[in-house]
Nanobody, 120 residues
C-alpha cells in the first residue's frame, strides 16, 4: 500500500555531512508525521528527528547538528546531517505515520533503511 524509500547514505569522514532523503509512495490520504530513526548493530533503534504538524523533535545527541525538513508536495522528508561522528554510524530508517483511508486509523510505516558510516 505505502512504501518509504530512503536514499543518501554512504561513507563520510568525521566532521563531514550527509543528506538523507525519504519519499513515501502509494495510497496516501495524509501524512501526520515523518521522521528518522537509526540503529547500530546490537543497539536499540533510537529517534533521530521527527516532524509533525505541531513541530519538530530531535534526539538529544543530534540537536544543533541535524536538521529535518519536509516537502509535502513530494511526500518526502530530508535529514541534513552535519558534523558527523563515528558514533553515529548506523542504519538510518525513515518512518512515517500515514493515513491511507478516511475513517481509519493512521498507520506506522518504515523504510528499508540506508547505511551511514562515519569513519576515516
Amino acid at each position: 500500500q505505502v512504501q518509504l524509500a530512503e536514499s543518501g547514505g554512504g561513507l563520510v569522514q568525521p566532521g563531514g555531512s550527509l543528506r538523507l532523503s525519504c519519499a513515501a509512495s502509494g495510497i496516501i490520504v495524509k501524512i501526520n508525521a515523518m521522521g528518522w530513526y537509526r540503529q547500530a548493530p546490537g543497539k536499540q533503534r533510537e529517534l533521530v528527528a521527527v516532524t509533525t504538524l505541531g513541530g519538530t523533535t530531535y534526539g538529544d545527541p543530534v540537536k544543533g547538528r541535524f536538521t529535518i525538513s519536509r516537502d509535502n508536495a513530494k511526500n518526502a522528508t530530508y535529514l541534513q546531517m552535519n558534523s558527523l561522528e563515528p558514533e553515529e554510524t548506523a542504519v538510518y530508517y525513515c518512518n512515517a505515520d500515514i493515513l491511507t483511508a478516511r475513517g481509519m486509523r493512521s498507520k506506522d510505516f518504515w523504510g528499508q533503511g540506508t547505511q551511514v558510516t562515519v569513519a576515516s
